[in-house]
């Protein structure tokens, strides 16, 4: 009989140690360390059958070892240049934009994709959408719904339009073994499993969601993509703290990590890549939602304070910056208010800002403008949801601080570009071009910026204003 014996992984880092301890040694983190039992029999592949079946190869016993496929499933060494059939990665577009541009161009065939964000954003719609787009241009999706019932999914799709795809299956199961053998019965390209949570193995003596059951089951599901050729997307649950349920190893797993991000009583979602081994970190997508699903804000705009239109009354305590999300350009509203504190008691409060950032510039605001904030309450935060962590925010987000304590503010239309030194200095920044034409297409007329972007923001019928230092920014304060 095998030998089985007990370790205890961390929740928070993946890291195993062999007894348990109040501390994980690896990570610091308390009370992470969670029992999980190993035996001989997790060496066993128990998707040997599927790979038969999509090689198209017929094995007697499908729990046979790995090795017993007589080279039909084990690796083999061959050159860079011919690895894979020396084909080009594939990609399989929604043909939902901003879906795509965060998946950097679409989803790789054989990739496995984790999407986490808080319960009732909408990552089961998202997905659905995107499970019919792939289906309306021919791909076949299997959708596994470990948390509803196949007529629940069935009243979603209709109300999202999405309900006649022949190409869409829809599965309602929490046994990975059943999931695998729909999978090798219907041969889709695209396997949507939500959520990863809920699926189990009956062989692992845990309950669904724990570690142990959580690690083998994504382990295998990601070794059932690279084996098959099949996409896998992943939907996950986040912990109180705003991370991915279960543990970091999960992430290492998959070739990438999306969040979807934003508030519930708001209607704008934003969705980031933490991870993509198959493009960049950087892009963001953004979506609206509404009464019939997701809808792709236009270029962005919708996030953007695009109330900067002439007529409108200036607001003390708003600005609104121009800000780089990869490769596009989001105009981004800052707020900030004033109140009287308690001197050794002021808070500081930010939603969507770096909060090191914030202090940052308010004793920057007191050293070089003389302003006194010591005793005064200051919150800060960026409207529609998207997090703002560029430099370039640092001289809009000064002069919203600056207007609401002052009761003053710039002149209506107007965008703010600038980094703010520790000297009082405005640094330039990158990309002062790009940042410009958004901002005039939006109907921005005046823009204040550092002297060296001047040149490069220079854009007809957009008004550009210098401000090289932090009291020549407060000038510009009406």
């Avoid at 703010?416 to 405005?426: M, R, S």
Wanted: proline content about 4%; overall charge positive; hydrophobic content about 45%.
């Amino acid at each position: 009989m095998a030998k089985v014996r007990d370790v205890f992984v961390c929740s928070a880092c993946g890291g195993t140690q062999s007894r348990w301890m109040g501390k994980c040694p690896d990570c610091g983190a308390w009370d992470s360390l969670e029992k999980q039992t190993l035996d001989a029999t997790a060496s066993k592949d128990p998707q040997r059958g599927i790979v038969a079946a999509w090689r198209g190869a017929e094995i007697e016993d499908p729990h046979a070892d790995l090795a017993g496929l007589a080279g039909l499933a084990t690796p083999q060494a061959a050159p860079i240049a011919e690895a894979g059939g020396g084909a080009p990665v594939a990609r399989i577009s929604s043909r939902i934009g901003e879906l795509d541009r965060v998946l950097g161009g679409g989803l790789v065939v054989g990739s496995v994709v984790l999407l986490g964000g808080e319960p009732g954003i909408g990552k089961s719609t998202l997905l659905l959408q995107a499970a019919s787009a792939w289906a309306r241009t021919g791909t076949r999706v299997l959708y596994v719904s470990s948390e509803e019932s196949a007529e629940q999914v069935r009243g979603r799709a209709e109300r999202l339009g999405a309900g006649a795809e022949k190409e869409l299956f829809v599965l309602a199961d929490t046994n990975l073994a059943r999931i695998v053998e729909q999978a090798r019965r219907v041969v889709p390209r695209v396997l949507v499993i939500d959520s990863a949570q809920m699926v189990y193995k009956s062989d692992i003596p845990a309950g669904p969601g724990s570690v142990t059951q959580l690690r083998r089951c994504v382990a295998e599901l990601v070794y059932l993509a690279k084996a098959s050729g099949i996409a896998v997307v992943l939907v996950g649950h986040v912990t109180k703290e705003g991370s991915l349920a279960g543990p970091r190893i999960v992430e290492h797993l998959v070739d990438a990590v999306l969040t979807f991000e934003g508030d519930r009583y708001h209607a704008h979602r934003i969705v980031r890549a933490v991870k993509n081994r198959y493009g960049t970190t950087m892009e963001l997508g953004i979506f609206e939602m509404t009464g019939t699903g997701l809808r792709e804000a236009p270029e962005g705009a919708g996030v953007a304070a695009v109330q900067g239109r002439e007529g409108l009354q200036p607001r003390p305590g708003s600005v609104v910056c121009p800000v780089m999300q990869g490769s596009r350009c989001v105009l981004v509203e800052l707020q900030a208010l004033t109140a009287t504190g308690f001197l050794g008691a002021a808070k500081r409060k930010s939603s969507g800002i770096d909060a090191g950032r914030l202090a940052m510039l308010i004793a920057v605001l007191e050293q070089h403008a003389g302003l006194r904030l010591a005793d005064m309450d200051v919150f800060a935060s960026s409207v529609g949801g998207l997090k703002v962590a560029e430099p370039a925010s640092d001289l809009a987000l000064l002069l919203a601080i600056a207007g609401a304590h002052r009761r003053k503010a710039v002149e209506p239309a107007t965008a703010v570009i600038g980094e703010v030194g520790l000297g009082g200095e405005i640094r330039p920044v990158t990309h002062a071009e790009q940042r410009a034409r958004e901002a005039a297409r939006l109907g921005y007329t005046t823009l204040i910026l550092p002297p060296p972007n001047a040149k490069q923001a220079g854009v007809k019928g957009v008004r550009v204003l210098k401000a090289a230092t932090v009291s020549d920014a407060m000038g510009l304060l009406g």
